[in-house]
């Protein structure tokens, strides 16, 4: 099926699809204080979003393969919204995007999101469905898919939430938005 395909394809390389993002968002560059300070909220709450799921799913979300989880989380942010990591990616994204004042690019972000993470979650649902069974069917018709609602999930999982996990998993994601903050504040500050 093509569809399954091209889902584990962008499942796949989803680390480094930022990549020509970046390189375009380094060439048009231009942060002002006001950007800069209005793009520190998305990365606040993008990221925090990311600690927090990640401190319930642990590492795994960080598998290239489908399978890796132990089991199925709904609690924490999973008990509002299926897919709290991906929404956490495009809050980081929208907030880096701000960062560098290239408001234009941000409509652009979106779409290569949709393309990229709605084949992507089509197939993680497939394969929670075959693995989790009516578990997950239910926990599907209850949670939304990438809107959050405002009232949890009535079954919770039993994990818990662990900041040892949290920081371990997000290290490189960490890592990943001082070094692009940095690159664009350098490229300012040499075409200044």
Sequence with gaps: MLAQKIGNFFFKIRSFTPIPYIIVLLYFANPTWISISISILFITIGESLRIWSVGYAGGMTRATALGAARDLVTTGPYSYVRNPLYLGNLLLSIGVTLFTNVHWLIPILIVGYIIQ???????????????????YQTYQEQVPRFLPHF???????????????????EKRTLTAIIFVIGLILIRTAYNA
Excluded at 122 to 134: A, Q, R
Excluded at 159 to 167: K, V
């Design 151 to 169: 009232h949890p999930y009535p079954n919770p999982s039993y994990h818990d939430f662990s900041w040892s996990r949290a920081i371990k998993s």
């Design 117 to 135: 993470y709605l084949p992507i979650i089509t197939v993680e649902e497939v394969y929670l469905l075959e693995s989790c069974g009516t578990v």
